[in-house]
T-cell receptor, first 116, second 113 residues
C-alpha cells in the first residue's frame, strides 16, 4: 500500500529564511509519481510539481526547488528566501504505477508560516 | 481555471439526514475523486471513479456512497449524516491516470449538527 509521511506538522520561519519541507513515501512499485500541492489560506489546492520515479534530477523553479532521492524515499521541497505569501499548507502526494493505480495518496500536510 | 465546480459550497445539516454533494467538471477528465480534509489528517480519499459507472472505495469510504452517471458529474452521498462527517470535502479530477496532476474544486464545508 502506498503511504506518504510529512512529519513536520507546522513550521514557522522569518521572511527571507530558507525552509525545507520533508516528504517521505512508501511504495512497492518501481514506477510511481510524486507531487507537491500548495493550499493558501483561501483554501484552494494548487499544483506545484510532478516527478516520476525514473527522474532523480533536482528541479528548480524560481525560489522553489525539489530534491528527489530514491535511496531515502524522500521528495523534499525547499523554499529559498521565503516570503509572507509562501504561508500555506503544503501537501506531498504519491501515485503508484500499478495496482490501485488510479489513487492519489496525500500526506497530512505541513503548515508553513512565514513571519514578516 | 480547471473547470471543476462543487456545489453547494457550504451546508449545515442535521444528524441522520441524507446529504448529496455534487462535483461538475467541464474538461472531460476521466478520473474523479472525493477527498475529505480534517486537521491533522490532510486529504483522505473517500471514493474515486475511473469512468462512467466505474467507482471504487478509498481509505475512508464508510458512510459514503458515490455515483457517476455522466463523465462530467460525480456525486457524493452521505446516506445518514453523522457529526464525524463534519469536514471540508474536495473533489478532484485527472485526465490521465497515475502520471497526471489532479485539479481540485473549491471545496464544500459541511457541518453536521
Amino acid at each position: 500500500a502506498q503511504k506518504v509521511t510529512q512529519a513536520q506538522t507546522e513550521i514557522s520561519v522569518v521572511e527571507k529564511e530558507d525552509v525545507t519541507l520533508d516528504c517521505v513515501y512508501e511504495t512497492r512499485d518501481t514506477t510511481y509519481y510524486l507531487f507537491w500541492y500548495k493550499q493558501p489560506p483561501s483554501g484552494e489546492l494548487v499544483f506545484l510539481i510532478r516527478r516520476n520515479s525514473f527522474d532523480e534530477q533536482n528541479e528548480i523553479s524560481g525560489r522553489y526547488s525539489w530534491n528527489f532521492q530514491k535511496s531515502t524515499s524522500s521528495f523534499n521541497f525547499t523554499i529559498t528566501a521565503s516570503q509572507v505569501v509562501d504561508s500555506a499548507v503544503y501537501f506531498c502526494a504519491l501515485s503508484e504505477g500499478s495496482g490501485s493505480a488510479r489513487q492519489l495518496t496525500f500526506g497530512s500536510g505541513t503548515q508553513l508560516t512565514v513571519l514578516p | 481555471d480547471a473547470g471543476i465546480t462543487q456545489s453547494p459550497r457550504h451546508k449545515v445539516t442535521e444528524t441522520g439526514t441524507p446529504v448529496t454533494l455534487r462535483c461538475h467538471q467541464t474538461e472531460n477528465h476521466r478520473y474523479m475523486y472525493w477527498y475529505r480534509q480534517d486537521p491533522g489528517h490532510g486529504l483522505r480519499l473517500i471514493h474515486y471513479s475511473y469512468g462512467v459507472k466505474d467507482t471504487d472505495k478509498g481509505e475512508v469510504s464508510d458512510g459514503y456512497s458515490v455515483s457517476r452517471s455522466k463523465t462530467e458529474d460525480f456525486l457524493l452521498t452521505l446516506e445518514s449524516a453523522t457529526s464525524s462527517q463534519t469536514s471540508v470535502y474536495f473533489c478532484a479530477a485527472r485526465t490521465r491516470g497515475v502520471d497526471s496532476e489532479a485539479f481540485f474544486g473549491q471545496g464544500t464545508r459541511l457541518t453536521v449538527v
